[in-house]
């Protein structure tokens, strides 16, 4: 099956910092989820995009789908935005949506 | 935006119980749903993909008399935790999508077995 890997697995930064997560991954896709779990496991979708460049406020993201990677970028971090980061993709045959291992994300006051 | 819904979020048990995890899209039509197993500071692992009125697809190494899933309507799919022993405990998150819908998670069930 397809593989995905997050980079950094783990950031540590203060309040105000930019800060950029990777995720490589190793097939073609039609779906690139990127999603922020909150402190009580709820999965917040952040981006739809499986090609392309989003932005919505301080959060945007690209996806080069011929290179196989997205980026998520966060600007000026607040300490809301603590918690885990995962990339899920789904290959173009099947339904499934596999998931990264996620950045563990700090923002330190 | 699609909504789905999971309950309990929290229920606790005791060895050798059975335990009923509900999941509902409240707005869409979920033609599939997907049940997720995570353990602490760990990724999401996929258990089973189920079609509605048809049976679960069970991803390898996941138990199908353990973990019954049933999606008998295209608005509900249910997961019960059958026999429930200590190393069940865990979190569990559904996740559903159809025609025209992405996929959207519902806030997950932290199962703990005592």
């Known amino acids: 099956g397809i593989q995905v890997e997050q980079s950094p697995p783990d950031l540590i930064l203060q309040e105000g910092a930019n800060s950029t997560l990777r995720c490589n991954f190793s097939d073609s896709v039609n779906n690139l989820q990127w999603f922020h779990q909150n402190p009580w496991g709820q999965l917040i979708n952040l981006f739809y995009?499986?090609?392309g460049t989003k932005q919505n406020g301080r959060l945007s993201a690209t996806t080069v789908a011929t290179e196989r990677y997205s980026l998520l970028y966060i600007s000026s971090s607040q300490t809301t935005d603590s918690g885990v980061y995962f990339c899920a993709v789904k290959e173009t045959s099947g339904s499934r949506l596999t998931f990264g291992e996620g950045t563990q994300l700090t923002v330190n006051p | 935006g699609a909504v789905v819904s999971q309950h309990p979020s929290r229920v606790i048990c005791k060895s050798g119980t059975s335990v009923k995890i509900e999941c509902r899209s409240l707005?869409?039509?979920?033609?599939?749903m997907f049940w997720y197993r995570q353990f602490p500071k760990k990724s999401l692992m996929l258990m089973a993909t189920?079609?509605?009125?048809?049976?679960?697809?069970?991803e390898q190494g996941v138990e199908k008399d353990k973990f019954l899933i049933n999606h008998a309507s295209l608005t509900l799919s249910t997961l019960t935790v059958t026999s429930a022993h200590p190393e069940d405990s865990s979190f569990y998150i559904c996740?559903?999508?159809?025609?025209?819908?992405?996929?959207?998670f519902g806030s997950g069930t932290r199962l703990t077995v005592v």
């Open positions: 995009i499986p090609s």
């Open positions: 707005d869409f039509q979920a033609t599939t």
């Open positions: 189920s079609n509605e009125g048809s049976k679960a697809t069970y």
């Open positions: 996740s559903a999508t159809g025609t025209n819908y992405g996929y959207t």
